[in-house]
T-cell receptor, first 110, second 113 residues
């Protein structure tokens, strides 16, 4: 059965800290890995990673995929209170199915 | 705004009842996905439709059913509701092409009392 595991499940940091969120996956016919940010309601898309070793960046956020070890990390530098959210990782396979992990709840304190 | 529209936003109903949740995908998107998110639970995939046909099925209960209509909007029907069905139900859509992603609606909050 396909599964996605995220760690830690919960994280509390202070503004300015750097955090690393982990995602490991076992997805049959894996195509890509996606990261979403969920604040109050709908998850919003952050990154889609299909190739190993190529870092994707968006401002203070960056992510990389390791297809050999079947994991991805999401880094957030110089965290701000607005980064407080649940970060979801999802594996996407060629069957057009998205398998989501449980999420990492990040709380950034002022 | 993702372009995916879900109605109603909030719904409170009694056990044993039946409700219908509606989703309009982004313009041009052919695939619709339904997810359930309970408190402290991750997103649970329920079902996917592509251009009117069921493509993939996840952990969807027999009491639940869905369909996608010719105009590509989708409905999720939940019947014989139980307290445990209280959750946030998300609809998402995608164009369904290479290297695509899915875009979520705001969700429908269902509370069963």
């Amino acid at each position: 059965e396909d599964k996605v595991v995220q760690s830690p499940l919960s994280l509390v940091v202070h503004e300015g800290d750097t955090v690393t969120l982990n995602c490991s996956y076992e997805v049959t016919n894996f195509r890509s890995l996606l990261w979403y940010k969920q604040e109050k309601k709908a998850p919003t898309f952050l990154f889609m990673l299909t190739s190993s070793g190529i870092e994707k960046k968006s401002g203070r956020l960056s992510s990389i995929l390791d297809k050999k070890e079947l994991f991805s990390i999401l880094n957030i530098t110089a965290t701000q209170t607005g980064d407080s959210a649940v970060y979801l990782c999802a594996g996407y396979n060629y069957g057009q199915n998205f398998v989501f992990g449980p999420g990492t709840r990040l709380s950034v304190l002022p | 705004d993702s372009g995916v529209t879900q109605t109603p936003k909030h719904l409170i109903t009694a056990t044993g009842q039946r409700v219908t949740l509606r989703c309009s995908p982004r313009s041009g998107d052919l695939s619709v996905y339904w997810y359930q998110q309970s408190l402290d639970q991750g997103l649970q995939f329920l079902i996917q439709y592509y251009n009117g046909e069921e493509r993939a099925k996840g952990n969807i209960l027999e009491r639940f059913s869905a369909q996608q209509f010719p105009d590509l909007h989708s409905e999720l029907n939940l019947s014989s509701l139980e307290l445990g069905d209280s959750a946030l139900y998300f609809c998402a859509s995608s164009v369904d092409r290479e290297l695509d992603t899915i875009y979520f609606g705001e969700g429908s909050w269902l509370t069963v009392v």
